[in-house]
């Protein structure tokens, strides 16, 4: 975290280097800020169905609102172009009626760096684990692959090395890519993600609308026990709101962000409970972490797995690049200027390494999921937003219900971190219900 009281320019440099666009191009843009979670809503709605993640939905967007009203409010009043999301919690903290939180405004923003550095570092561990688990089935089926994508029979699978021996394999790969510093460059790699992950998720969906079995042997209602992981899965897949100042930023009218925002996410909500639904209903209780273990073991769907995961390799560094813009610039302003680009290079590299150290610890991937989701994506989703609300507008008047729904908000943020990260953990430690990873072929024996 940077601890300077103002924001170096360094620091919002990826923000700008975007460029002003359209508001049907930051609508594109926000629809695919979350495209890789998408694979592992199915196993999340087995737990506690499409309308608790519908009404995750809508909390989950009421309070990006709520973060964009507060950025405007504070432009407005500080006469400024911009304040990112750490700027924004800070002065709300310097207009709360607490001296407390006045004197120590500036750790709003550490806070919110913090929870930024974990959240997208938690989006990393779960590409590590994605890659090595679909790399792995294609590979392991390799010798019984068929051009037969509607085949019952049992698929044996040969065994190869552990999972977690593939997430090493991808590590000096994705510290190559990582080094790459220049957002337009990367830019050209996320467009190569977004193409290869649009043609997955219409396979995708192609195969699951497919004779889809009988519902009814599906259980109505999942154990409560569930919900804490349901939690976590959920609030991760919707947390895109580190990335909601910086379009509203770019938008040529910003005055019309509000309306993309909700359309953009309206659209993203629509795909998530509709691709989590139908394949659940398509897989049952065979449904794994990501949906893409369960396709079947012909040469087509094989090619779906390995698609998908060359977007997500390359999301990987997209991900990568808004921690590494907080952490880096900290360590590179304590070096001479001739060792700049060495420590630069070295303190991405030991980041990459720890998020597959943190993936090789955790392998079960709806498990990092659910822990990194309930660990920071719910402090910046649902958390600190309505507080934030509270600490900006209560000296210029809120109305009590206002201040009732920012507060049970927030509650609902504060338990669903504290249980649903205890659970995340005790399932580690003791797991109930680990998943067996088999073929989805042998599901329809």
Not at 179 to 199: K, Y
Not at 358 to 369: G, K, N, T
Request: hydrophobic content about 50%.
């Amino acid at each position: 975290m940077v601890p300077d009281p103002d924001p170096p320019v360094k620091r919002q440099h990826w923000h700008r280097t975007l460029g002003a666009a359209s508001g049907s191009e930051k609508c594109r843009h926000l629809v695919l800020i979350l495209p890789a979670c998408l694979l592992f809503l199915p196993a999340n709605l087995s737990q506690m169905g499409p309308l608790s993640l519908l009404v995750m939905g809508l909390v989950a967007v009421h309070c990006m609102g709520i973060l964009v009203k507060c950025a405007h409010h504070f432009c407005h009043r500080l006469n400024k172009p911009f304040v990112d999301y750490g700027d924004t919690v800070m002065y709300g903290l310097e207009a709360s009626p607490s001296s407390w939180l006045r004197n120590h405004a500036h750790w709003g923003r550490h806070i919110v760096d913090f929870f930024l550095i974990v959240t997208q570092l938690g989006f990393c561990c779960v590409y590590f684990v994605f890659l090595a688990d679909n790399f792995k089935q294609v590979i392991e089926a390799a010798n019984v692959t068929t051009n037969n994508c509607h085949s019952n029979e049992t698929v044996i699978l040969t065994p190869t090395m552990d999972s977690r021996l593939y997430m090493l394999t991808f590590l000096p790969f994705l510290v190559l890519l990582v080094f790459i510093r220049n957002l337009r460059v990367l830019s050209i790699f996320s467009l190569l993600a977004n193409i290869s992950m649009l043609v997955s998720l219409v396979m995708i969906y192609q195969f699951i609308v497919q004779e889809i079995p009988d519902p009814t042997h599906l259980p109505l209602v999942a154990s409560w026990k569930t919900y804490p992981l349901f939690f976590g899965t959920a609030i991760f897949a919707f947390e895109g709101i580190g990335m909601v100042l910086p379009l509203e930023n770019k938008m040529k009218d910003p005055r019309k962000f509000s309306l993309i925002l909700y359309v953009g996410m309206a659209i993203v909500t629509a795909l998530y409970i509709s691709l989590g639904s139908l394949g659940y209903l398509q897989f049952g209780a065979n449904i794994q972490g990501s949906i893409t273990l369960n396709l079947p073991n012909c040469w087509l769907y094989q090619s779906v797995k390995l698609l998908y995961s060359i977007g997500i390799f390359f999301t990987y560094a997209l991900q990568f690049y808004v921690p590494a813009e907080i952490i880096v610039p900290f360590f590179v302003a304590r070096v001479p200027e001739h060792c700049e680009l060495l420590i630069d290079l070295s303190v991405r590299t030991m980041l990459v390494c720890l998020t597959c150290i943190l993936a090789i610890l955790i392998p079960r991937l709806d498990l990092v999921i659910s822990l990194v989701g309930s660990v920071s994506s719910s402090a910046l989703a649902l958390i600190i937003p309505p507080l934030l609300e509270i600490a900006t507008y209560y000296s210029e008047g809120m109305s009590p219900l206002t201040i009732i729904k920012d507060a049970l908000i927030s509650i609902l943020g504060f338990v669903g971190f504290v249980v649903g990260t205890c659970v995340a953990i005790y399932e580690l430690i003791q797991p109930s219900n680990a998943p067996i990873f088999i073929n989805s072929t042998s599901a329809f024996a």
